[in-house]
């Protein structure tokens, strides 16, 4: 390698190695030896080619774009076989989905991403990779080489313990969305040079030399816009000035004749950049493309109530119980010096949480499966029932939080500063709760939320601050789903509804709690026409301490 790492290179070390470690993926990033094609250009990696960006720490991103970015590579091992590597998940929503998806086989491959200064050499229409530094190694459902899969997914079980607020982390300079098949390049070479066609654009004619009247030496540029720019340097396949090329013009057009697919392709590809066919005439051999890697999901749920209460694993629907506190008095008074102190009381009790089952199946037929490229129907339906089981975990929490029988706080529809003060009342009073105020949690319906947004003064100015960093635009990190008022922030939480039956809910916590498995999926093919695909997995939920719930009505009314 021509290059010497940096301090932030990652040592190398077999990444099948069995070992405790959590939250990690594994598996092969690029595999050598073996051509992949991309946009109609074909690629060949090799060993000792592909390194870390200088200065970066290389990441895991997911389908190639910063906004996936879930984790950081840990493990580096450069085989002849290929690069594989070993990516810790950072214990966030992103790192959390990375998990699922990749355990689930909805993203099951594994692609590099170049950064800028990448340089390739062109031989018999293959790029060889000659200097590659890196940046990101993006999970993708649909990888450019086929061997470039991941091995291995190792985590207990879906935690889902989200962190809404983010840290700031390193900004790439590399394009925010770049495709897999970012191996388009572009440089300035030495000697006469003339455009080379990339995908969608009219064929250039190659140029001749100021100083001979045939054809130029034999180098030419490629040129692609929009991509991190890298050299390549390419041999034409016939010379016309006396010296010997690769190939003989004559010969590959008598070979083509006779039936010689790759001497008619090197023959034709020739041709149709030396005498520049037009887009026009060539719309049959230049097919608008599929990228079944940039298919668009349904959109990914937040879950702000399972990120707001205390949280558990489950593995199956047997009870069990939670102790709890009853009651206690005259545990602690002042002594009278030589009287022995009076016992004092206590009493505890316990609850019994029963968990229930959640499960889902959708049959596909079979002549979807066999026709449903890459990624395959069946990675993507199992993403939207993952969406769905979110769902219906997220609806049960709001279940649980709506049976509590304590009195409701009524805002009566309050606006503007009355409801600050309403609110602002409720707050102060909690300080005076015996043992002081433990209700740091407040998720809010859609009848209040809007209304605290809204809020002003006389002037017209807003009376409460959006949680998270303002641009110039006005636009928010948080998105709008978080409200302060005082020390006290208000999260959004789309599951409890937006109607006038609505609440919100202030609470402690530590005394609500959900539980839930890891979703488990089960295919079935027990018949010819199609395959039955399901979901399965075990929920629960309790409130452990009724007046540790109040429940808050925006409304006055509940029809």
Do not use: C
């Amino acid at each position: 390698m021509s290059e010497t790492m940096d301090a932030t290179a990652i040592p190398g070390g077999s990444v099948f190695s069995v070992d405790m470690e959590k939250r990690t993926i594994r598996g092969m990033a690029v595999p050598y030896g073996v051509v992949g094609v991309k946009a109609g250009k074909r690629f060949q990696f090799s060993k000792d080619t592909v390194h870390p960006r200088e200065g970066m720490k290389v990441k895991g991103w997911a389908l190639h774009d910063q906004a996936h970015a879930y984790g950081v590579v840990t493990e580096w091992d450069d085989t002849d076989a290929g690069l594989m590597v070993a990516v810790k998940a950072a214990p966030t929503p992103e790192g959390d989905r990375a998990l699922q998806q990749a355990d689930s086989g909805v993203w099951d491959g594994m692609s590099i991403g170049p950064s800028e200064g990448a340089k390739y050499v062109l031989r018999d229409g293959v790029y060889h990779s000659v200097e590659i530094p890196i940046h990101e190694i993006s999970l993708t459902p649909a990888p450019v080489f086929g061997g470039a899969r991941v091995s291995s997914v190792t985590f207990d079980t879906i935690t889902e313990e989200h962190d809404m607020t983010t840290s700031a982390t390193e900004a790439p300079t590399e394009p925010t969305n770049m495709a897999e098949g970012a191996y388009q390049v572009s440089g300035v070479l030495t000697g006469e040079v003339s455009a080379v066609p990339t995908e969608g654009e009219p064929a250039a004619a190659l140029s001749q030399s100021s100083s001979d009247a045939g054809f130029s030496h034999p180098v030419r540029q490629i040129v692609s816009a929009g991509h991190s720019p890298a050299q390549v340097t390419e041999e034409l396949p016939y010379r016309f000035d006396g010296v010997a090329g690769p190939h003989s013009l004559v010969e590959d057009m008598r070979s083509a004749q006779q039936g010689d697919a790759t001497a008619r392709q090197r023959f034709e590809t020739f041709v149709a950049e030396a005498f520049a066919v037009t887009t026009t005439n060539t719309g049959s051999l230049n097919p608008t493309p599929s990228r079944p890697e940039l298919y668009v999901p349904n959109l990914q749920y937040s879950t702000p109530l399972w990120d707001s209460v205390s949280n558990g694993t489950i593995e199956d629907r047997t009870p069990f119980t939670v102790p709890k506190f009853s009651s206690a008095s005259s545990l602690v008074g002042a002594h009278v010096e030589g009287t022995e102190p009076t016992p004092g009381a206590f009493a505890a009790t316990s609850q019994t949480v029963t968990p229930t089952a959640l499960s889902g199946k959708i049959e596909i037929n079979r002549e979807v499966l066999d026709q449903g490229g890459s990624p395959q129907a069946d990675g993507i339906i199992w993403g939207e029932m993952l969406n769905a089981w979110f769902e219906a975990r997220e609806a049960r929490i709001a279940t649980v939080l709506n049976a509590v029988g304590t009195a409701e706080l009524n805002l009566a529809g309050a606006v503007d500063a009355a409801l600050v003060d309403a609110l602002t009342a409720y707050f102060a009073g909690l300080q005076f709760v015996r043992g002081g105020n433990r209700f740091t949690r407040f998720v809010s319906d859609g009848q209040l939320f809007p209304a605290l947004v809204g809020a002003k003064d006389t002037a017209g100015r807003p009376l409460l601050p959006i949680v998270g960093p303002m641009n110039s635009q006005g636009s928010t990190e948080g998105g709008f789903d978080r409200v302060q008022l005082g020390n006290q922030t208000i999260q959004a939480a789309w599951a409890l509804g937006a109607t006038t039956a609505s609440k919100s809910f202030s609470f402690v916590p530590s005394s609500v709690w959900a539980w839930a498995s890891a979703p488990k999926k089960f295919t079935f093919e027990y018949q010819v026409k199609s395959v039955d695909m399901a979901i399965w997995g075990y929920a629960a939920g309790a409130v452990l301490r009724d007046s540790d719930v109040k429940p808050i009505d925006y409304t006055t009314s509940d029809s």
